[in-house]
Nanobody, 127 residues
Framework: QFQLVESGGGLVQPGESLRLSCTASEITFSGYGMVWVRQAPGKEREEVSCITPGGGTTNYADSVKGRFTITRDNLKRAAYLQMDDLKYEDSGVYYC????????????????????WGKGTLVTVSS
């Protein structure tokens, strides 16, 4: 089993940007979809974005669509989340996860069976 480690979180003001990175310990992660999930204190986890193993198809939560971009570089064993125009409600711990189940139905991407998780990186948006 491979491990995932997130980095890139920090404290930013509204409207600024951050780029999160997720690095896998083994190249075998490339066979999985990658997912970014966030959780604010006292709230449920929210799936932010997912990407297919090859990186050709992505999906975003409505709350971040148009502002966030998920990418991956399998040769570098990494996935990324570019977060632009950050808002207060984007604050939380961001986790990356590997999805064993990736489905395309009607052009919509669904990632599931996220059994490998990183420990998270904290994003705080504050003025």
């Amino acid at each position: 089993q491979f491990q995932l480690v997130e980095s890139g979180g920090g404290l930013v003001q509204p409207g600024e940007s951050l780029r999160l990175s997720c690095t896998a310990s083994e190249i075998t992660f490339s066979g999985y979809g990658m997912v970014w999930v966030r959780q604010a204190p006292g709230k449920e986890r929210e799936e932010v974005s997912c990407i297919t193993p090859g990186g050709g198809t992505t999906n975003y939560a409505d709350s971040v669509k148009g502002r966030f971009t998920i990418t991956r570089d399998n040769l570098k064993r990494a996935a990324y989340l570019q977060m632009d125009d950050l808002k207060y409600e984007d604050s939380g711990v961001y986790y990356c996860a590997a999805a064993a189940s990736v489905s395309l139905v009607g052009g919509r991407l669904t990632c599931g069976n996220m059994h490998v998780w990183g420990k998270g990186t904290l994003v705080t948006v504050s003025s």
